[in-house]
């Protein structure tokens, strides 16, 4: 064999390892965990009603009002009767400890009766459906929703029904 080809491919093989230890030199690597927390579902059930009272109505249209805070006011052509209890609807929220979610009312909603519908609309809730409400540290909160009825001229006296939906999801 040539000395000069052996040294030369000798040369070859020791400048390639030395390039292919400092590549290794220069590269590092390392790992990571992966974790997921996997909370309970967060759910919503109605405990109360929305319950606008008695109501005589009269001549005139008018508007019958409940907030959060069970208040009820009236406007236009509405006499409030004693005979109910007006409230705002309560639903109990659960789900996980200290989370936060969002509340979507509805626009509007209709009572049937034995006369014309009734529209409800306006709904209103505490805490407050432009925000968020907050879970407790035992993982529950109350949501209470008020809203306005549109009662009709010489609406045709007898019992209203109606339902509407009130949805909740996590932040």
Do not use: C, W
């Not at 927390?37 to 606008?52: E, G, K, Q, R, W």
């Not at 529209?119 to 909160?141: K, R």
């Amino acid at each position: 064999m040539n000395p000069m080809k052996s040294f030369t491919t000798t040369l070859a093989i020791i400048a390639t390892a030395t390039l292919f230890s400092a590549a290794l030199a220069s590269a590092a690597s390392t790992s990571s965990s992966a974790n997921a927390s996997i909370v309970s579902a967060i759910a919503i059930t109605n405990t109360a009603p929305l319950n606008f009272g008695q109501i005589a109505p009269t001549i005139v249209i008018g508007t019958v009002s409940v907030a959060t805070t069970g208040e009820r006011a009236g406007l236009g052509g509405v006499t409030l009767a004693n005979g109910s209890t007006p409230a705002a609807a309560s639903f109990a929220v659960t789900g996980a400890a200290n989370n936060t979610y969002t509340i979507t009312l509805p626009a509007s909603t209709t009572l049937t009766g034995p006369g014309a519908p009734m529209t409800v609309d306006g709904f209103v809730s505490n805490p407050d459906a432009t925000g968020t409400g907050t879970l407790s540290a035992l993982g529950a909160q109350t949501l209470l929703v008020g809203a306005t009825l549109h009662v009709g001229v010489s609406q045709v006296a007898g019992a209203y029904t109606g339902t509407f939906n009130v949805d909740v999801n996590y932040n």
